[in-house]
């Protein structure tokens, strides 16, 4: 099965996306987290990136779209895999239809996480994530303190530099310039699934789950 995840900032997108290879046993391309990886091991893309996601803006197509392509071709994809954070325009969209045909392979679902500004906001404030490996946690849902540290592997729990509210408000605007309008492309292919966002991880994975 493939799934695309689509949803502002902060609308649990990775949260559902770990939730779902679990259960269907298939892969999680993160773009955000390959992005993120780069930046760590500071790769000639990862500088390059960094100056545009601490902005808040996208990372141009030159960086992003053959890495998407090259990765949906691994070993590990062909029995399906969920995208979270690709596509982010129209135009990445396209793309993904063509690189799609190419390999006889279709999106299965775009499943749409429905969240409020003000929902948003008080996710990304409280996010904390894993350094070691990406896991998302919050202050107030996971009950976290200054001491937490990631309950999977140990690792440090750190805020993203671009989950500061600065680059937050700059980011979901960049969400509803150029994201948003993939809920009408995918609805047009028929494929769309829109479930609510503002439950807790388990509502949200049960609501998908049972319409998948
Ligand atoms: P995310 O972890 O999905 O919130 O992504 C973090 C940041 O990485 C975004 O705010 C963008 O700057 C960048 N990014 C992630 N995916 C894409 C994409 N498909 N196209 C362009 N930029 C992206």
């Known amino acids: 099965m493939n799934i695309v995840l689509l949803g502002a900032p902060g609308s649990g997108k990775g949260t ?8 269907l046993n ?17 790769t000639a893309l990862g500088i390059e ?17 053959g890495l998407v392509a090259s990765r949906l071709k691994d070993k590990d994809c062909s029995n399906g895999f969920i995208l979270d954070g690709f ?27 429905e969240v409020t500004d003000e929902k948003v906001i008080e996710r990304i404030s ?6 070691e490996c990406n896991a998302p946690k919050h202050i107030s849902y996971d009950n976290l303190s200054e001491n937490s540290v990631c309950d999977k592997c140990g690792g440090q729990l750190v805020q993203r530099d671009d989950d500061k509210e600065e680059t937050v408000k700059k980011r979901l605007e960049t969400y509803y310039i150029n994201t948003k309008p993939l809920i009408k492309f995918y609805d047009q292919k028929k494929c769309l699934i829109v479930v609510d966002g503002k439950g807790t991880p388990k509502e949200v994975y049960d609501e998908i789950n049972n319409t998948l």
């Open 49 to 65: 990136a960094k100056e545009y996601i601490d902005k808040g803006q996208l990372v141009p197509d030159r960086l992003t779209t």
């Open 126 to 131: 409280g996010r904390r994530v894993c350094k």
């Open 16 to 23: 559902q996306a770990a939730m779902l290879k679990e259960k």
């Open 26 to 42: 298939i892969s999680h391309i993160s773009t955000g987290d390959i992005f993120r990886a780069n930046i760590r091991e500071g």
């Open 87 to 113: 596509p982010r325009t129209i135009s990445q969209g396209e793309m993904l239809e063509e690189e799609m045909k190419k390999n006889g392979k279709t999106i299965d679902y775009a499943i749409y996480i």
